[in-house]
């Protein structure tokens, strides 16, 4: 046996994979493995191609793949020291170093972070935090959070139940009690338009069903993710700020795929001139090369939580991790060096007019979207009739294997699969953001010549 097929047989009979469909990979095995990566590139050991990695892998590497400087960073902090405790009040250089250097970024008066190793972690640290802040505050009643529909916050119980795609809520139907599902983004409900139909489905809404005195925080992404690539209404996310600040609960951001530079701006909340009390962070922060994530905190959560004197009972054996940190601030001295939210934030035109041009081109193409280098496509039978495929059809994953058979990698998402979401790599250029349009036409080109033969 090849050692290539040792390893696919490996893979096969011993690795349950996430966020995958278990009987394929124990039948047909792993149909990537990954052995190299350069920029936007991917290379393929089961076929042997290159790949164009237009997702980032999952919206992580923000700075492309194969980064020298990143090897060679991490390189010299394994040589100094791999990991050391946060335990206790220990702590390491690179660690000490990213917690000023996220004060310096992050907005406002986000100025204290609690390290985590991803986003699930993040917002599961953010959720305790604060409730734990509530009590410190003589207000233990307020335990509840309000999360919205097709949010998307991890795996972790905490973060799964907040998460509002009901597929997480169904495997293994473990979920946390107190955490109210709002529609997204009613702005005028938020703004207090009482009259509006939906309003009882509004933060707003179950704020005043419930009562503040019972809800300790909302959480929400600035630009959902895996829910589809929803970007806010204009003056929604303002509309929850200035809601929070009336009732005195908690806004927190989660700002895992949109922190660091994904939508053009260092953080998502920055759009809007939002500043939250809370956000959690994680991807973008190492760009993937490590493990990391942080619930960063305003300065009045913070004082409020050090006048605590006692043993605060939270925390991970890689809080803080020195080599994931190094990590991260070799990512962000490359970020700012290289100006990468900026070309991000340019790059958003060229994604819009190729976008455009498939819209134009393609029936089934409707509401093409981008706020960075964040967009998606969504695939509609009929758009002018809101009428969306059969959920058998499955149509973005039809348009995602399509691109696959041409070597690149992009992802389905959408409660009924109509949604194609695309997030390469903030280094990215104008020819790679035209390599991907050109393949996505080829793509949809195959589809909608596949779905003439079938609907
Ligand atoms: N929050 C958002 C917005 C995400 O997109 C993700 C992951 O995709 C998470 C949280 C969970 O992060 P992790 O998978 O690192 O736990």
């Known amino acids: 046996m090849s050692e290539l097929n040792q390893l696919i047989d490996l893979d096969k009979k011993h690795h349950i994979h996430p966020a995958s469909n278990p009987k394929e990979g124990a039948t047909e095995g792993p149909s990537v493995l990954f052995s190299k990566g350069k920029g936007m590139y991917v290379t393929n050991e089961v076929d042997g191609k290159e790949y164009i990695d237009a997702m980032s892998m999952l919206w992580n590497v923000n700075i492309g793949h194969g ?52 986003g699930s972690e993040s917002n599961d640290t953010n959720l305790k935090l604060a409730r734990f802040y509530w009590g410190l505050k003589g207000k233990p009643t307020k335990q509840n959070f309000i999360a919205l529909d097709k949010a998307y916050h ?3 119980v905490a973060s799964q139940t907040a998460t509002g795609i009901p597929a997480f809520h169904e495997f293994a139907n473990f979920n946390v009690e107190g955490i109210h599902r709002a529609e997204a983004h009613l702005t005028g409900c938020e703004q207090g338009d009482t009259s509006h139909p939906d309003f009882e489905k509004s933060i707003r809404g179950i704020i005043e069903k419930e009562g503040a005195d019972s809800i300790a925080g909302v959480i929400l992404e600035p630009v959902q993710g895996a829910g ?24 927190i951001a989660d700002e895992v795929i949109c922190g660091f530079g994904r939508t053009g ?21 190492s760009s993937g090369y490590a493990q990391l994530g942080g619930a960063i905190v305003n300065d009045e959560i913070k004082q409020t939580i050090q006048d605590y004197d006692a043993v605060l009972a939270h925390g991970f054996t890689y809080s803080g991790h020195p080599l994931s940190c190094a990590i991260a601030l070799k990512n962000i001295e490359i970020l700012e060096r290289e100006k ?14 190729g976008f455009t041009y498939l819209e134009e081109k393609y ?6 979207r981008c706020i960075g280098l964040l967009g998606a496509i969504d695939l509609y039978e009929d758009y002018d009739q809101g009428k969306l495929f059969n959920a058998d059809v499955k149509p973005a994953n039809k348009v995602i294997d399509e691109c696959f058979n041409r070597q690149m990698i992009i992802r389905a998402c959408g409660a009924y699969n109509e949604t194609v979401a695309f997030a390469p790599p903030l280094n990215s250029t104008k020819e790679d953001i035209q390599a991907i349009i050109n393949v996505l ?15």
């Not at 000023?100 to 390290?115: S, T, Y």
Request: proline share 4%; charged share 25%.
């Open 363 to 368: 029936k089934h193409v409707a509401n093409v």
């Open 154 to 156: 991890g795996v972790t």
């Open 265 to 285: 701006e260092m953080f998502g909340v920055n759009h809007w001139d939002v500043v939250p009390d809370m956000m959690s962070v994680a991807k973008g922060i």
């Open 340 to 353: 990468l939210v900026q070309n991000t934030k340019e790059l958003e035109k060229e994604v819009i007019k």
């Open 441 to 455: 036409d080829e793509a949809l080109k195959a589809f909608e010549t596949s779905i003439q033969k079938t609907v």
């Open 228 to 251: 589809g690539v929803n970007l806010p209404p204009e003056g929604y996310i303002k509309a929850v700020r200035d809601l929070c600040d009336e009732y005195n609960i908690l806004m």
């Open 67 to 118: 980064n020298q400087e990143m090897a060679e960073a991490a390189k010299a902090q394994m040589d100094k020291i791999a990991y050391s405790s946060a335990f206790k009040g220990f702590t390491a250089e690179p660690t000490a170093k990213l917690a000023g250097k996220i004060a310096e970024l992050a907005p406002g008066d986000l100025n204290a972070v609690f390290f985590t190793s991803g």
